[in-house]
């Protein structure tokens, strides 16, 4: 407009395509809401922050082509021509100076929208592509549903669930599909992470204790209640395993590593055979398939297994059970995905946790339609449904003044994911990661002034954005799907430099300001390594994360902190140990704050680098009541806080 070329984030200009429809009509705040963000709560702050974008980007400062209906909505001031005759198309606008010209280019704007939407479903819909609707509630409650694998009857479904304040104390449970009955078939809470059904009548279970990793077994009467619950294995070479899958032959595959992730890349295929106890590595670390989420085959024949190659893009492979071979189906992007098979076995579903696509085992990736706007994950295709959960956040933040608790000034309050906030050295402005426009993005807050401005758009939409580190007042870095970026913000722009050679996460900033540590993702182990900006060298620092949290103290000394130790690992010191603990950690410039989980109720101690004593624990309980379950940074001036409320159910959708 006006020579200039205008960019709109993609909630901009879906908002501006339904102002068109209803052109010279008032359109309410809250239906909007509903058009742009689907299945969403309504935020009228969401709609006013969009419409605000659209009348700059169409310089609109008199508000007269958008304009505010009080308590009725908004209208758009201009009459669209039908997008079949352009050559006639007329705009009509009130008389205001220089309007004619700015509804002219919204006009047209909005026509070749309408075309260019028009030719896009023309173009890309194919005659029999997949369609998925009839969304429908399997759960619905307070309670966060963790994993859910349906029976192999198809009438029951097995549900791993937890309250919402207890996250590894979960429960299993058995929901009638028809009667919608649901009972509870364990007895001890644990730390359940994921199940399968070994037949009609028992479940295998895995489950998190530590550094090991169980497998169970509970067995169920004709009436599906329990009679007997029995471990299989406890295996204490690994800390982490995949969802996992059983076969009629009575063997189980699954992914599994030490390091507790399945981003560690260290990652192996294991077969156990439950009947006689055999373990096999089918596939043994390597770089360039690093797998990450596998599904077994109707036939149960195959396996299909999703992984990153050299350059960090999703690859799937088939891998036949029999021959043990590998077949090449398809290089996705750089997301992660969730997968299930379709009962024809010729096509998989997935998930990349916002969008659905089909992929056919010949290689055909199709987008499939669905409007989505949480968070879908351990997707299951069975019996002509897909079912999922349904993953909803809504999570806050704030700045709480360490003199005065009390005094709190806001970040960022909406209803998506504000998260991963960090605080300039200079304590002037905060970055952060927001999905308040549907994608993941970096964010920053001027606390002078309260403005804020996107620093990083992430225009290609992709899902895996770490979190932002400071390296100077003016320089911050932070990755998207493990490829790094330093954001430069000098003479009130912003600058993006990518650093090619690096494949990893910036984890913190060293002792000067060209200087950070990040950790590797282009090899096994998650190693450590220092990278300058400057001379582009890095250095291995010969240590592996481990699932650890990293840091530094006053003396440029790396602190780790895992499970129940704090440790300096550069003295190879222990600093602080809590019995039956897992510890997070808060570093600030005198010390560390340390926050365990004991009897449903949060504890608060504190490590003085130069005393090396405690605060007062008087001192540290009134503090933890006030702020320990938001607790998320300490700065010197300041306690960072995240308010975050999270919801997830089960749901199904019908395949047609």
């Not at 429960?171 to 009667?179: G, P, V």
Request: hydrophobic share 35%; proline share 4%.
């Amino acid at each position: 407009m006006h020579g200039r070329t205008q960019l709109l984030e993609p909630k901009v200009m879906t908002m501006l395509a339904v102002l068109c429809e209803h052109a010279n009509s008032i359109i309410s705040a809250e239906e909007l809401f509903k058009r742009v963000w689907p299945d969403s709560i309504y935020s009228p702050n969401s709609v006013r922050r969009n419409i605000a974008l659209l009348r700059k980007a169409l310089c609109d400062d008199d508000k007269e082509l958008i304009k505010t209906h009080p308590k009725r909505g908004y209208s758009l001031q201009a009459i669209i021509s039908s997008p079949s005759n352009p050559a006639n198309a007329k705009v009509y606008t009130k008389p205001k100076v220089n309007s004619h010209k700015v509804a002219l280019y919204v006009t047209v704007l909005c026509t070749l929208i309408f075309l260019v939407i028009t030719w896009a479903i023309w173009q890309n819909t194919p005659a029999s592509q997949q369609i998925l609707n009839n969304l429908k509630p399997i759960t619905a409650s307070k309670a966060i549903e963790h994993y859910m694998r349906v029976s192999p009857n198809n009438t029951h479904m097995a549900i791993i669930r937890s309250k919402s304040h207890q996250g590894t104390n979960k429960h299993i449970y058995i929901k009638d599909l028809k009667r919608k009955k649901t009972w509870k078939i364990t007895k001890e809470a644990q730390n359940y992470t994921y199940l399968a059904w070994r037949n009609a009548n028992s479940l295998v279970y895995s489950a998190s204790h530590d550094s090991t990793i169980e497998f169970g077994q509970i067995f169920l009467d004709a009436d599906l209640q329990p009679t007997q619950q029995t471990s299989l294995i406890t295996r204490d070479d690994i800390s982490w395993n995949s969802p996992f899958f059983i076969d009629k032959k009575q063997q189980l595959f699954y992914l599994a590593n030490i390091n507790a992730s399945e981003h560690s890349r260290n990652v192996t295929l294991y077969q156990h055979d439950l009947i006689s106890g055999e373990v096999r590595k089918l596939l043994t670390p390597n770089d360039t398939f690093k797998p990450y989420k596998i599904s077994l085959s109707p036939q149960q024949n195959k396996l299909a297994v999703i992984g990153f190659n050299t350059d960090s893009i999703s690859v799937v492979k088939t891998f036949d059970i029999k021959t043990t071979q590998f077949k090449m189906i398809k290089a996705l992007d750089h997301n992660w995905y969730f997968l299930t098979w379709q009962q024809d076995q010729q096509s998989l579903l997935l998930s990349n946790g916002k969008d659905l696509s089909k992929l056919d085992v010949s290689g055909d990736w199709q987008p499939i339609s669905y409007n989505n706007y949480h968070f879908v994950q351990y997707i299951q295709a069975v019996a002509g449904k897909l079912y999922f959960l349904k993953r909803r956040v809504d999570e806050d933040l704030y700045l709480a003044n360490r003199r005065d608790v009390s005094n709190i000034k806001t970040i960022s309050d909406s209803n998506n994911v504000d998260t991963s906030a960090a605080v300039s050295p200079n304590e002037k402005m905060v970055s952060y990661i927001s999905s308040k426009n549907g994608i993941p993005q970096l964010l920053l807050k001027e606390l002078d002034s309260n403005n804020e401005s996107i620093i990083f758009d992430n225009h290609t939409q992709e899902l895996a954005l770490a979190p932002p580190v400071w390296l100077s007042n003016t320089h911050l870095i932070s990755a998207i799907n493990n490829r790094p970026f330093v954001i430069s913000m000098l003479d009130n722009s912003e600058n993006i430099k990518w650093l090619d050679n690096l494949l990893g996460i910036p984890l913190i900033a060293l002792e000067n300001d060209d200087t950070f540590m990040y950790v590797d993702k282009s090899a096994q182990g998650d190693w450590l390594y220092t990278y300058n900006l400057i001379t582009s060298q890095k250095k291995p620092l010969q240590e592996q994360l481990n699932a650890r949290q990293i840091f530094r103290n006053e003396q440029q000394q790396l602190i780790a902190a895992s499970n129940n130790t704090i440790e300096n690992i550069s003295t190879k010191t222990k600093l602080v140990t809590v019995l039956r603990a897992k510890l997070r950690v808060f570093p600030s410039k005198d010390g560390i704050y340390y926050r365990s989980f004991k009897n449903n109720k949060y504890q608060l101690g504190f490590y003085g680098y130069k005393s090396e004593g405690l605060k007062p624990q008087h001192e540290l309980a009134t503090l933890c009541e006030q702020i320990c379950d938001q607790l998320q940074a300490v700065t010197d001036s300041y306690y960072l806080l995240s308010n975050k409320v999270t919801q997830a159910d089960i749901v199904s959708l019908d395949i047609q």
